[in-house]
């Protein structure tokens, strides 16, 4: 199983980025698929989630109604819209796969950075 993340850069506030994490070695069945961002000193954080079955999604305090985590399963990619980006949206986030029964599999991570 492979996850790459691409689409991360350097953009000024009020900007939007989208997150892709292409995934190859699975089907999005029975998976919850996740973004989360690092920022050094930091624990890892989860950023938002999306449910493979019911298309639930959870999302983190900071980025509910900013941020929208979704999916395309012909390519088997899962994508993070981000918009009203802020300085402290600063981080490097990861792509996470993890099956119901527990297997879990990371990306290699995107730099976000916003700054003026």
């Known amino acids: 199983v492979q996850l790459v993340e691409s689409g991360g850069g350097l953009v000024q506030p009020g900007g939007s980025l989208r997150l892709s994490c292409a995934a190859s070695?699975?089907?999005?069945?029975?998976?919850?698929m996740s973004w989360y961002k690092e920022v050094p000193g930091k624990e890892r954080e989860l950023v938002a989630r999306?449910?493979?079955?019911?298309?639930?999604?959870y999302y983190g305090d900071s980025v509910k109604g900013r941020f929208t985590i979704s999916r395309d399963n012909a390519k088997t990619t899962v994508y993070l819209q981000m918009n009203s980006l802020k300085p402290e949206d600063t981080a490097l986030y990861y792509c996470?796969?993890?099956?119901?029964?527990?297997?879990?599999?990371w990306g290699q991570g995107t730099q976000v950075t916003v700054s003026s």
């Open positions: 070695g699975i089907t999005f069945s029975n998976y919850y």
């Open positions: 996470n796969v993890r099956s119901f029964a527990g297997m879990a599999y």
């Open positions: 999306l449910r493979s079955d019911s298309g639930s999604t």
